[in-house]
């Protein structure tokens, strides 16, 4: 085989440029860290990487998403505990209320604390995150949640929102409720089941009360009708001197007969009646529809009756009767909802715990991957720059053999 000139300058030359390009390459390995400088190194280990990366990226998503929930939860947490303090004060109060020994200025000093504890409750009601948005204004967050018209003929506290609420993804699998609505919290507050006396024929009612809200409340449940009026009325009849028989007007049914002695009271269902009257006398009385009061409107009318002295005992004994079932009604939708929030904070932290243990383990494959072996790299560099020394000397004693030498 002839050996030319030229062949042994560009094999010299192509040993050289190798030599400086292994050289390179485990320079720039050491300076970076990464072993995959390009996807040829290694295109299977460069697949891997990309799909381990863009797993890492997601789940760093998701701990953002994870960061938000917690703050939203935790400020709601907070703000229910306040609330929940302001109804308890407020409770305790409506119970100093029915004291019946008390005089008008007492009602007056009792009704100024209500005022301030009602005041207190709408700004709470209506609190902001750190970026300004009410959080319980579901998704009208730009505004109030609640607003306070003293003028208005109805209510002067009123939900001025939406029942939206936002849900946030935790992962691939997990998402949770993040807020939660003024109206299903404060708003839809159940009010105390009552009724009224429409239809009095011959009997005089001089008393009537609910004596005991539970019964009374069970009665209603179970036989308030939503559709036919009629079958809410229910028609008290003095049948003798010591009997009174009670029908529902609607449907005809004849329910309970009593034991009747004029003047006296009569317990039904707990309801207390007082009534003066004679056989064939009759009065009715009406199942009211449920309402839904909000619990600052509920306090709002407790102060109004706390500076009206024109109100009869009974209208209101009835008005502290509605403030203490309504605040407790609060109460109870509240601590639901607290148990919801602890819920919802418990997954975020089980999902979180799941993510960060997922995360440390795709940055290790990764890292087995991509990242170089330090000592594997500087071992690798010794040699490669030993074999550019070697080149760079054999090759001028290479270039100058020559024939012409030995002649």
Same mark, same amino acid.
């Given at each position: ?7 042994? !300058? ?15 390459? #485990? ?5 970076s860290g990464k072993k995959l400088l390009r996807p040829s190194d290694d295109p299977v280990g460069a697949s891997q990487v990309i799909r381990l990366t863009e797993e890492i990226d997601k789940i760093s998503q998701y701990q953002r998403n994870n960061d938000l929930v917690t703050n939203a939860l935790e400020l709601q947490e907070t703000t229910l505990r306040s ?18 020994? $008390? ?9 100024? *604390? ?18 300004? *948005? ?41 998402? #949770? ?7 299903? $919290? ?24 609910? =004596? ?11 036989? !308030? ?89 009974? *209208? ?7 403030? $203490? ?19 919802? $904070? ?23 991957? *991509? ?11 010794? =040699? ?24």
């Amino acid at each position: 085989m002839r050996v030319t000139t030229n062949l042994i !300058f560009n094999q010299n030359l192509r040993a050289i440029n190798s030599s400086q390009g292994n050289l390179s390459d #485990i320079q720039t390995q050491l300076a970076s860290g990464k072993k995959l400088l390009r996807p040829s190194d290694d295109p299977v280990g460069a697949s891997q990487v990309i799909r381990l990366t863009e797993e890492i990226d997601k789940i760093s998503q998701y701990q953002r998403n994870n960061d938000l929930v917690t703050n939203a939860l935790e400020l709601q947490e907070t703000t229910l505990r306040s609330i929940n303090d302001v109804v308890n004060r407020a409770r305790v109060l409506t119970v100093q209320s029915g004291n019946g020994i $008390l005089s008008a200025p007492d009602k007056i000093a009792l009704g100024a *604390e209500i005022e301030q504890l009602r005041n207190q409750l709408v700004d709470l009601m209506n609190s902001q995150n750190a970026s300004g *948005e009410y959080i319980f204004s579901g998704y009208q967050s730009g505004q109030q949640a609640f607003e306070f018209n003293p003028s208005a003929s109805n209510n002067r506290i009123s939900f001025v929102g939406d029942d939206g609420t936002n849900i946030i993804q935790l992962s691939d699998s997990v998402s #949770i409720q993040s807020t939660s609505s003024g109206k299903s $919290l404060f708003e839809d507050v159940q009010a105390r089941l009552n009724f009224s006396l429409p239809n009095v024929s011959g009997a005089v009612v001089e008393n009537y009360q609910i =004596k005991n809200q539970g019964s009374f409340d069970q009665f209603h449940r179970e036989n !308030f009708d939503p559709v036919n009026d009629a079958n809410n009325a229910f028609r008290f009849t003095i049948v003798s001197a010591n009997e009174i028989q009670v029908s529902n007007i609607g449907t005809g049914q004849i329910l309970d007969s009593l034991v009747f002695e004029s003047g006296q009271d009569i317990s039904f269902n707990g309801i207390q009646l007082n009534a003066v009257g004679v056989p064939g006398d009759t009065f009715d009385i009406e199942l009211n529809r449920p309402k839904k009061a909000n619990m600052a409107e509920t306090l709002h009318t407790l102060f109004l009756a706390l500076n009206d002295p024109n109100l009869s005992e009974q *209208e209101y004994t009835s008005i502290i009767d509605d403030t $203490l079932v309504g605040l407790d009604n609060g109460l109870t939708r509240m601590a639901r909802e607290n148990s919801s929030l602890g819920a919802r $904070l418990n997954i975020a932290q089980s999902v979180e715990s799941a993510q960060l243990d997922a995360e440390i383990a795709n940055q290790q494959a990764r890292s087995a991957i *991509e990242d170089v072996d330090y000592a594997e790299a500087s071992s690798e560099f010794a =040699k490669q720059e030993t074999a550019l020394e070697a080149a760079f000397a054999s090759f001028p004693r290479i270039a100058n053999l020559s024939l012409f030498n030995y002649i």
